[in-house]
């Protein structure tokens, strides 16, 4: 059996090749809608697949969008890579991930590896603020570049953020309203942006006095190490913020080891709601980031007008989500 041809699935919709042409490479702008429908249903019951090879050929563009994160190894860049993948594919487009290994050398390498794989665009989540901005500047200079959930000095393009600042300070009012006064910072990577950004929020709302424990990684091992230095001043502590779900996870296992009850005594918030923290006991209240809200706006910008992309920072407001890590009435 052959593969379907873009001409088996006009004839099968009763459309012009044009018609299916323009509704398969999402641009189905003047078609009506009933008959882009029937194009749709067509190539599903045909089994067509685009032709990726031969749109390139013919538009100069391959239908594929880049990402670099940071790090795979963290459970919040997976679920940001998916919502950047679903937005892609309903433009009936691609996305390809690469991971920088929390290195701005790995990320440059990889950025220049996904540009000479013509890539149509780049979206960058940077490594670092100070570090990654030159490799992003170069990349700008030779296809769109957006970047994403952090910024970077001097980056020549545009990012598209969470507001970090509103954030911190929905926790802090949260905690606060629960008659949690003695509230502890724990937080890592102090070289993203939104790691810079949570701090300076925390320590402007709470005083340099405050008590603060920076750990040299976003990992649940590194949670677990602020774990036994909270648990070791539990009189002096009975709220944390920490700046990751993964610092959160490992930080109330080794709390509630150590005989720390959360809520109880402490409670404890995450930052990125991935879907793990609904698994643990108590499930732990965090930061929801609306990720799809951002991945349709830096798409939008990565396919509009290099007029568009000029270095800013756009924040997208942060919702919080309750669960019984801070307040044990919410319940499961």
Not at 166 to 194: F, K, T, W, Y
């Amino acid at each position: 059996m052959t593969a379907p041809r873009l001409l088996d699935v006009a004839a099968a919709a009763g459309v012009s090749r044009a018609t299916a042409s323009r509704v398969l490479a999402g641009t189905p702008r003047n078609v009506d809608p009933d008959l882009a429908r029937r194009v749709e249903e067509a190539a599903q019951r045909l089994g067509y697949r685009t032709n990726h090879s031969a749109r390139a050929l013919r538009t100069g563009t391959t239908g594929t969008v880049g990402v670099v994160v940071p790090s795979l190894a963290n459970p919040y860049f997976v679920q940001l890579a998916d919502a950047l993948a679903q937005q892609v594919r309903a433009a009936g487009g691609q996305l390809v991930v690469s991971d920088a290994a929390n290195s701005p050398a790995i990320e440059a390498e990889q950025i220049e590896t996904l540009l000479s794989g013509r890539v149509d665009g780049l979206l960058v989540v940077p490594v670092s603020a100070a570090a990654s901005g030159a490799a992003v500047r170069a990349a700008a200079g030779r296809a769109p570049v957006v970047l994403f959930d952090r910024w970077a000095h001097d980056s020549g393009t545009v990012a598209v953020t969470l507001d970090n600042a509103a954030a911190m300070r929905l926790l802090l009012d949260h905690l606060e309203g629960l008659g949690r006064h003695r509230i502890a910072l724990v937080a890592a990577d102090q070289a993203s942006s939104s790691g810079a950004e949570r701090l300076a929020a925390f320590t402007a709302a709470r005083g340099t006095g405050a008590t603060t424990v920076l750990l040299p990684s976003f990992t649940t091992d590194a949670g677990r190490t602020a774990g036994r230095r909270i648990a070791e001043r539990r009189a002096e502590v009975d709220a944390v913020v920490c700046g990751a779900d993964v610092l959160a996870v490992g930080l109330v296992s080794t709390l509630q080891r150590a005989a720390v009850s959360v809520p109880g005594e402490i409670a404890v918030t995450g930052f990125d709601d991935t879907e793990l923290l609904e698994l643990l006991d108590p499930p732990i209240t965090s930061i929801r980031h609306p990720l799809t809200d951002m991945a349709e706006r830096a798409l939008a910008l990565l396919q509009g007008p290099s007029g568009d992309r000029g270095e800013e920072v756009e924040r997208f407001a942060p919702q919080l989500v309750v669960r019984a890590s801070t307040d044990a009435g919410v319940g499961f």
